[in-house]
């Protein structure tokens, strides 16, 4: 069974920075495509980031290009999202996800299927 935890996420001022941490367990990890995604209040989730099985491929949402970072650790089991220059527009619960089939590319946000339950970031003005 996949199991994928977050922390990090906290109340930071605008220009401030976070790193959001996902910690996956159940399967061998190095083997998927995981990702980010995120959810404001009365808006539809949207995908951040996401980064290929080794590490060498990743995928940015263009309103985060240049200030957020997607890594991994394979060795620990877990993913990375630095998150810099945070804007009050960054506000919402963020998701850790994984896919169900192994490798691929990391910029297609149909084929996440295992999510973790989520890590409240919210940037004050």
């Known amino acids: 069974q996949v199991q994928l935890v977050e922390s990090g996420g906290g109340l930071v001022q605008a220009g401030g920075s976070l790193r959001l941490s996902c910690v996956a367990s159940g399967r061998t990890f190095g083997l998927y495509v995981m990702g980010w995604f995120r959810q404001a209040p009365g808006k539809e989730r949207e995908f951040v980031s996401g980064?290929?099985?080794?590490?060498?491929?990743?995928y940015y949402l263009d309103s985060v290009k240049g200030r957020f970072t997607i890594s991994r650790n394979n060795g620990k089991n877990t993913m990375y999202l630095q998150m810099n220059s945070l804007k009050p527009e960054d506000t919402a619960i963020y998701y850790c996800?994984?896919?169900?089939?192994?490798?691929?590319?990391?910029?297609?946000?149909?084929?996440?299927?295992?999510w973790g339950q989520g890590a409240q970031v919210t940037v004050s003005s």
């Open positions: 980064i290929s099985s080794s590490g060498d491929n990743t």
């Open positions: 996800a994984t896919t169900k089939l192994a490798f691929g590319s990391p910029d297609r946000p149909a084929m996440f299927a295992y």
